[in-house]
């Protein structure tokens, strides 16, 4: 086992894509840095935080991205946004076999306040064309930064969301909610709850992530596989019977969980037997007792 | 202004929009053509039931007014920041409702956005700036977060961000930096349902921001290195 989440991207992008096979666009000897980050005295990085670029995995061309959540939490400024969508747009022109994005981000690079929030808004639309020209798009998120803000609603633009339990997806983190609103409300230290509301186990059960895998790179590059054919194997684009499916799923999750406080009293309400054991059980074990409860139902 | 007050200047032709728990929803009348509405005031924090009763406006649209073209009125404070929203997956109740809007968009509808009140950080995300285009009226409020609270987080001390957002539109809040940007289209100063018509007329499905934000001079680099990754090249900043 060899453990994504401890992983740089630089050291993610060999152990996700066949040996050798990846070529970056714009690489850090390009020099191209954020034009924002001196100005307040803040480092800048060759890659501005996210490796673009495309190689074969299991033999197929696909583009790829990987967020390098150790620059800025993996943030979303002018230059990283636009290597993404620059990407995406790439991955169209040349009729790739699927787009991979490794997300892990805190979403918005508050340096870059504006730019990166139209910059995260244009990266999702670019997913969604990519989308629309039937290429399936991947989404990852096994990073200990986890896939927050902006990031956190693209990555849920994607086809598949494939987490390890460790991974968090959230909009907003939860020292943000405490800051808003009190530590009655989200108490950010209880690391426990933190990971019952935000962590894979729990996106998975409710639908919100299609595939949970051990926090290990080959099981994400399997089901990174897998999701890409299962993808192809139907269409990529957005449908309006899928869309409201969707709707139906979103609906339902509101009023089923009408008053649960807690992620436990949710998979309880999902039927999960002995919810309280969840966060305990190893990925193999938690996906026995949990697929078949899950929202959205087997995939 | 008031949702009422801007409905009726930018509907002279009538509308039915209807408020209900800070949703706005209904239809107006401009130009001849029946505009389908969704929106938001007084501020209210995007939660999870506005973005799913947004969503279902929106498929509803779809649905029942094939290429009947949208207007999405933006008034909001952001994502509502409560643990039982990220319980429940708010990124999936709004990358939702974005879906919704491209789908409407792909299918012939022309989606625009209006900021006439507040537009703050996620909320803004899958509303004004998913759209095919965002303007905005000069009052607006738009920015990321408050100058305290990124000062907290970026740790930059707050004066030196207040004086970096005096003539920096990468800082500063407000509707004419969002223009430089590319970020909004155009701001509505007066004739509101004239706009509103023109906007409709003009709806481009692409999305042109970035040239938009490198020839308003407010965003230099985006445009540049997005084309230099689709095409191979290098970087040539304008």
Not at chain 1, 132 to 154: D, E, H, K
Not at chain 2, 26 to 43: K, L, N, W
Not at chain 2, 67 to 95: C, F
Not at chain 2, 122 to 139: E, K, N
Request: charged share 20%; aromatic share 4%; glycine share 12%.
């Amino acid at each position: 086992m060899s453990s994504y989440l401890e992983l740089t991207a630089r050291q993610r992008i060999p152990a996700l894509f066949d040996p050798g096979s990846f070529e970056e666009f714009l690489p850090p000897s390009a020099r191209i840095v954020s034009p924002h980050l001196a100005q307040l005295d803040a480092p800048v990085s060759f890659d501005d935080g996210v490796i673009v670029g495309r190689g074969l995995l299991g033999g197929q061309v696909v583009f790829g991205a990987a967020q390098e959540g150790g620059f800025m939490g993996g943030s979303v400024g002018e230059v990283h946004g636009a290597k993404l969508v620059g990407m995406l747009r790439r991955a169209i022109d040349e009729q790739a076999h699927a787009v991979l994005l490794l997300l892990e981000s805190g979403g918005v690079r508050l340096h870059e306040a504006n730019a990166g929030l139209i910059a995260v808004s244009e990266v999702m639309r670019a997913m969604l064309d990519a989308r629309a020209a039937n290429i399936p798009v991947v989404a990852l998120v096994g990073g200990a930064n986890g896939c927050f803000g902006g990031m956190g609603i693209s990555a849920r633009c994607a086809n598949t969301v494939i987490m390890s339990e460790e991974g968090r997806l959230a909009m907003s983190g939860p020292e943000v909610i405490e800051t808003a609103n009190g530590v009655e409300e989200f108490d950010s230290r209880d690391r426990a709850l933190v990971w019952r509301t935000t962590g894979g186990k729990h996106r998975y059960l409710l639908g919100d992530c299609q595939v949970l895998v051990p926090d290990d790179t080959a099981a994400f590059r399997a089901a990174a596989l897998q999701a890409i054919a299962e993808i192809r194997a139907g269409s990529a684009s957005l449908s309006l019977e899928g869309l409201l499916e969707e709707q139906d799923l979103l609906a339902r999750r509101l009023r089923d969980t009408a008053g649960l406080p807690d992620p436990v009293d949710v998979w309880r309400q999902l039927g999960v037997p002995d919810p309280a054991a969840v966060p305990m059980l190893d990925t193999d074990a938690f996906m026995q007792l949990a697929a078949p409860h899950r929202a959205g139902g087997p995939r | 202004m008031t949702w009422q007050t801007l409905a009726n200047q930018l509907f002279p032709g009538g509308h039915d929009i209807a408020e209900h728990d800070n949703f706005l929803s209904g239809s107006g009348q401009v130009d001849g053509q029946t505009v389908a509405v969704i929106g938001t005031t007084e501020h209210v924090p995007i939660g999870i039931e506005i973005a799913l009763a947004q969503a279902q406006a929106i498929l509803q649209t779809v649905q029942r007014h094939p290429g009947r073209p949208i207007l999405i009125l933006v008034d909001t404070q952001g994502q509502r920041l409560r643990h039982r929203d990220e319980m429940l997956g708010i990124n999936s109740y709004m990358a939702h409702l974005g879906k919704c809007v491209d789908l409407a968009r792909r299918r012939g509808h022309a989606v625009i956005g209006l900021v006439y009140d507040q537009a703050l950080s996620g909320g803004f995300i899958t509303s004004g700036l998913i759209a095919s285009a965002c303007y905005a009226l000069p009052q607006a409020t738009i920015r990321v977060m408050g100058l305290p609270a990124m000062a907290r987080i970026t740790k930059v001390p707050e004066e030196r961000l207040t004086e970096l957002a005096r003539d920096n539109p990468v800082f500063a809040p407000g509707p004419e930096n969002y223009l430089r940007m590319g970020g909004l289209h155009a701001i509505w100063a007066d004739d509101l349902a004239n706009r509103l018509a023109e906007a409709l007329a003009s709806a481009d499905p692409a999305d042109g921001r970035m040239a938009l934000g490198q020839d308003r001079g407010g965003r230099l680099l985006a445009q540049p290195v997005a084309e230099a990754v689709r095409t191979g090249g290098h970087v040539r900043p304008a």
